[in-house]
């Protein structure tokens, strides 16, 4: 059996079938419209760089009048490409993915080439894309991208004369490397004197200036955001290693972290660690610390903060007492860090995110694995089209979809410290990424130079890795959304973390809200708007993904927050009108003055709002459990329609027929056993409540199950599930949902818990 050979730079794919095509580069001036003259010509350049009217001489505002259009045309036709393609040829093979499923293709002649193109040279990537023509007529035939190709990245090394007209670089794996420590501390020089984003963790609006006029000036630390605590690295000529307790100090160090920054790292515990700070080491610690004692992180971690240029640098594990770790807010000292991680995250000058580590053993400085491309590198030459000079040589590479999700962005509390950073270098499993609020680029790959955000689009070349800054433009709720929706999804390690690990975050978010105009309040996990009465039901109208999830062991927040069950969620979001209102609500917290941590036992909320009793419901409908995206329907339980309030006689034939669907998804599998058991029997429906929390018009009414009297709990409700009460096609004719759940219900207030 043949073993496949895999194409990487160094041995790139060429083959008998595409080792004599060229890439030609066609340079263009393209025709400009003049605005004063009504001159339509190319403009002339002079002899200061600028472009000017031919005509009238008025200067155009642009920075490069050249185009260059790059042509990769095939010397096959369709059943040559196929031949190819059979053959091995990954060039070919790439192509005939495209072009493959289009059967009119398969019959007559056609011309295919690739073509991209771009208005300057180096500073961008370059991709080249799929064309057809009729070899008869010349037009061109139109071929879906969906048929499973995008576009052809075109690389090539630095120093090729190539390497002028694209950015795509080979990746670089050895992030140990100067190239790579080149490449971060190039990335944060750029921040700092260009980015004004960057030098807030609160950017209010999008229309905020994201660059000065001039070079921006020195950056410091407010006093008060710097950490109680932060390892002193010494100088790459003169190290150690030893723990300040800044306050301590006194004011030369303030001032020496203020001017100079710090450095926060962002990592995966992955279970205990060889040492960390307690009570019974603090002094030792203070005096010095051995570095070899360390998990390989940590060490990693102070090796690059050194090489980068910074002297001090704040890890939790060395930073924050340890003594007594249960997440249950019996640490003193970690519950009061806790409320300070949005200022060491959110001011520390870079953060340090050890992506492909998923232990603080493992390290994270290792020569990185080759990672094979789905097509390429297929080594090409470049030439210019008129002279047919060669210029270089490129690598046509198609990336593969999707990659292998970074380890760091599977654990829940290592999200808040990349979206509250302002600047991250990140140590991924391909190479090394920047990240920072204006900006992305990767060491290697196709986006290499520091690449502005486009507000809405890519939030970063690292999935699951960005500053919360990238979502600007939306608003604190979206925000908030998009947060709980992403942190849900991923692990904690103590169940009692789950509030604690996102506080910092929701702090940042209510400081920003606030700083928009916005009066936002966090109560047990949900993010409210105390001028908009809508705020409260949206956010009551979250949902797991996967019910099958048991709720945590320990009290941990209220039935009514997603906090309070276990796995990924989905966020409400209100589509109509407010057929409730919450009236009041009671938090109490863990620990002393905590707002955004952890809670005592006995959170609750009181709402009033239209009810109707699983009963009642029962009388004309069916009950259906169905999953999170309402797919796989599932009928649990018909009840046999009666005669009701609703005169249903002239339905001839369909009296029979339920006239409603409910549509129940439970919060967990103990809420669907207490929500069958109240259903199996007729004496207890009348506990199962529902409450309308949002109305589709003639659609129906969506809203929250909940039980009275659950448990022990007299006269106090529990939240079990939520639902959605549509017509069926029975009802054709009958008068809507909504105004049969809100005639058949009553008005009542109840407190939930």
């Not at 196929?82 to 091995?88: I, K, L, S, V, Y």
Request: proline share 4%; charged share 25%; aromatic share 10%.
């Amino acid at each position: 059996m043949k073993v496949p050979v895999v194409s990487t730079f160094k041995n790139p794919h060429s083959c008998r079938h595409c080792s004599g095509i060229h890439l030609d580069l066609d340079v263009r001036r393209p025709k400009l419209p003049c605005f004063w003259c009504d001159f339509d010509g190319v403009p002339k350049g002079t002899s200061h760089g600028k472009y000017i009217c031919e005509q009238c001489t008025r200067e155009f505002f642009i920075r490069d009048n050249t185009e260059h259009h790059f042509t990769l045309k095939l010397g096959y036709d369709v059943g040559g490409i196929r031949d190819a393609a059979e053959e091995g040829c990954e060039l070919y093979s790439w192509v005939w993915r495209g072009i493959s499923r289009e059967d009119s293709l398969k019959k007559g002649k056609y011309r295919v080439e690739l073509y991209g193109w771009k208005t300057r040279g180096g500073r961008d990537g370059l991709g080249l894309m799929l064309r057809v023509f009729d070899g008869v007529t010349g037009e061109r035939v139109p071929v879906l991208v969906a048929n499973g190709v995008g576009e052809l990245d075109v690389y090539a090394f630095e120093g090729d004369a190539a390497g002028v007209y694209t950015s795509c670089r080979p990746y670089v794996r050895d992030v140990r490397s100067e190239e790579s420590m080149g490449f971060a501390r190039g990335c944060l020089r750029g921040c700092l004197e260009g980015h004004a984003w960057c030098r807030t963790d609160q950017i209010i609006e999008i229309d905020m200036p994201r660059r000065p006029v001039g070079v921006l000036g020195g950056e410091r630390v407010e006093y008060g955001d710097i950490p109680s605590r932060v390892l002193d690295l010494g100088r790459l000529d003169e190290p150690r290693l030893r723990l300040v307790e800044t306050w301590e100090e006194g004011e030369e160090l303030l001032g020496r972290i203020s001017r100079g920054g710090f450095v926060a790292l962002s990592y995966c515990w992955g279970g205990d660690q060889r040492a960390k700070l307690l009570s019974e080491n603090l002094d030792a610690y203070k005096r010095s610390i051995d570095p070899l004692s360390l998990d390989q992180t940590l060490q990693d971690a102070i090796w690059v903060a050194r090489q980068v240029g910074f002297q001090y640098l704040w890890i939790d594990a060395l930073c924050i007492i340890q003594d007594n770790l249960d997440g249950f807010g019996t640490n003193p000292d970690k519950a009061f860090e806790i409320t300070r991680m949005a200022s060491y995250y959110g001011r520390a000058t870079l953060t340090i995110l050890a992506a492909s580590a998923s232990a603080a053993a493992e390290g994270f400085l290792a020569p990185r694995a080759f990672s094979p491309f789905r097509t390429g590198p297929v080594c090409v030459l470049l030439r210019n089209h008129d002279t047919k000079d060669i210029i270089g040589t490129v690598y046509l590479v198609e990336e593969h979809p999707s990659t292998p999700a970074e380890p760091i962005t599977t654990r829940g509390w290592t999200l808040q410290e990349s979206l509250l950073s302002r600047r991250i270098l990140v140590f991924a499993q391909r190479q090394l990424y920047w990240s920072c609020v204006n900006s992305f680029a990767g060491a290697g790959g196709n986006v290499t130079v520091l690449t502005d955000r486009m507000i809405p689009g890519r939030r970063s070349l690292v999935e699951g890795v960005y500053p919360v800054g990238s979502l600007i433009d939306t608003s604190t709720t979206a925000q908030w959304g998009v947060i709980v929706e992403e942190y849900t999804r991923r692990f904690l390690g103590q169940e009692g973390d789950k509030l604690w690990a996102v506080g910092a975050l929701a702090e940042q978010i209510v400081k920003v809200g606030r700083a928009r105009g916005e009066k936002k309040r966090y109560v047990a996990g949900l993010l409210i708007d105390e001028e908009d009465k809508k705020s409260w039901l949206s956010a009551l109208m979250w949902r797991p993904v996967d019910p099958g999830r048991k709720r945590p062991r320990r009290y941990r927040a209220p039935t009514w927050s997603w906090a309070g069950v276990n796995g990924e969620v989905r966020v409400g979001r209100l589509q109509n009108e407010e057929p409730a209102v919450v009236e009041n609500w009671g938090v109490e917290f863990a620990a002393k003055g905590a707002e955004y941590g952890a809670l005592k036992p006995g959170a609750w909320l009181r709402l009033r709002g239209t009810v109707m009793t699983a009963e009642e419901v029962g009388k004309y409908g069916v009950v259906i459990w169905v999953k999170s995206d309402n797919s796989a329907m599932v009928f649990f339980q018909s009840f046999e329609p009666c005669d009701g309030p609703v005169d249903r006689s002239k339905w001839t034939g369909l009296s029979d027929q339920p006239l409603w669907e409910l549509k129940m998804l439970e919060d967990s599998p103990e809420d669907k056993e207490a929500i069958m058991t109240t259903l199996a029997n007729s004496d207890f429906q009348s506990m199962l409540l529902l409450i309308a929390l949002d109305v589709w018009h003639t659609q129906g009414v969506a809203g929250i199950l909940v039980e009275r009297g659950a448990g022990d709990q007299t006269g106090l409700c529990q939240r079990r599930g939520s639902f959605f009460l549509e017509k069926t096609d029975y009802a054709r004719g009958h008068p809507d949902v909504k105004s049969n759940f809100f005639e058949l219900g009553h008005t009542e207030t109840l407190k939930i818990i």
